[in-house]
T-cell receptor
Framework: AQTVTQSQPEMSVQEAETVTLSCTYDTSESDYYLFWYKQPPSRQMILVIR??????QNATENRFSVNFQKAAKSFSLKISDSQLGDAAMYFCAYIVNRDDKIIFGKGTRLHILP | KAGVTQTPRYLIKTRGQQVTLSCSPI?????VSWYQQTPGQGLQFLFE???????NKGNFPGRFSGRQFSNSRSEMNVSTLELGDSALYLC????????????FGSGTRLTVV
């Protein structure tokens, strides 16, 4: 079965600190892409970062970076210098190359403490 | 450029009625997908359209249907509404494939009473 597990339903971090959100996934496919999406109270899902599974180098987007461990099927998101605007629900997800269906995790609600 | 536009933002319907939700993708995007988001089930894939053809369908009953027009705009329809259909319905578009990363709209909040 294709699944994504986010073991932390809720997390809090002090403003300006670093936080890591965990994600593991399960797929028998070898060609797939991984994503982290952010959903603020406005409800719109925003793509935070994207990783091609065939690339060993971890993706980075400004303050956001991932730790991709393909063998362990782990895809964690690190947010550096946390800002109040980072408060949101974060979803880990993947899509296989032969398909166009995103499999989402249940999400981690991130609180930023001023 | 304009983002993905979903209308209406909110909708209240009665059990047994039908509803049509609309999605206008980003200009030039030809792939449109629909997702249902509920607190219990999370985000679940409904269907995906590309150039007016349904390429993929999720595990939802036949009451859920969709279509895509030649201008890439998409609609989804739910007939014989049930209380359990209350959810946030999100539309997403991409230029060609979901691998590129979808751009999502702000969703339509459907409440069935």
């Amino acid at each position: 079965a294709q699944t994504v597990t986010q073991s932390q339903p809720e997390m809090s971090v002090q403003e300006a600190e670093t936080v890591t959100l965990s994600c593991t996934y399960d797929t028998s496919e070898s060609d797939y892409y991984l994503f982290w999406y952010k959903q603020p109270p406005s409800r719109q899902m925003i793509l935070v970062i994207r990783q091609e599974a065939y690339k060993q180098q971890n993706a980075t987007e400004n303050r956001f970076s991932v730790n991709f461990q393909k063998a362990a099927k782990s895809f964690s998101l690190k947010i550096s210098d946390s800002q109040l605007g980072d408060a949101a629900m974060y979803f880990c997800a993947y899509i296989v190359n032969r398909d166009d269906k995103i499999i989402f995790g249940k999400g981690t609600r991130l609180h930023i403490l001023p | 450029k304009a983002g993905v536009t979903q209308t209406p933002r909110y909708l209240i319907k009665t059990r047994g009625q039908q509803v049509t939700l609309s999605c206008s993708p980003i200009s030039g995007h030809r792939s449109v997908s629909w997702y249902q988001q509920t607190p219990g089930q999370g985000l679940q894939f409904l269907f995906e359209y590309f150039s007016e053809t349904q390429r993929n369908k999720g595990n939802f009953p036949g009451r859920f249907s969709g279509r895509q027009f030649s201008n890439s705009r998409s609609e989804m329809n739910v007939s014989t509404l049930e209380l359990g259909d209350s959810a946030l319905y999100l539309c997403a578009s991409s230029p060609h494939r979901g691998l590129d990363g979808y751009t999502f709209g702000s969703g339509t909040r459907l409440t069935v009473v």
